[in-house]
Nanobody, 124 residues
Framework: QVHLVESGGDSVQSGGSLRLSCAVS????????MGWFRQAPGKERSGVAT???????QYAEAVQGRFTISEDVPKNTMYLQMDSLKPEDTAMYYC??????????????????WGQGTQVTVSS
């Protein structure tokens, strides 16, 4: 059983930075996929960034160049560094995990383990 707990969400000004953390009770068996998703009010939960057990990362176009996904497996923690935040980044952010492979999709259906979410609010 994999349990995920996000933290680090906050309210920031446009252009600011936040670092989200995801505490992982147990990483999925290799190969695995880890990901960050977000959901704004009235919108579907969508992929932000994914990370495979091989270290391959993928990013949504909207966050490319601004967000960085990383992990520290010995510390059972995954991160999302968010820089140059924009109001459109405002959303509930969720970390997710599942078994996977070299390439990890940014689609919700591919992940079975989810955190409870942490709110990120960016004001203009």
């Amino acid at each position: 059983q994999v349990h995920l707990v996000e933290s680090g969400g906050d309210s920031v000004q446009s252009g600011g930075s936040l670092r989200l953390s995801c505490a992982v009770s147990r990483y999925p068996s290799d190969p695995y996929c880890m990901g960050w998703f977000r959901q704004a009010p009235g919108k579907e939960r969508s992929g932000v960034a994914t990370l495979s057990s091989d270290g391959v990362t993928q990013y949504a176009e909207a966050v490319q160049g601004r967000f960085t996904i990383s992990e520290d497996v010995p510390k059972n923690t995954m991160y999302l560094q968010m820089d140059s935040l924009k109001p459109e980044d405002t959303a509930m952010y969720y970390c997710a995990a599942d078994t996977g492979g070299r390439y990890c999709p940014g689609t919700r259906a591919e992940y079975n383990f989810w955190g409870q979410g942490t709110q990120v609010t960016v004001s203009s």
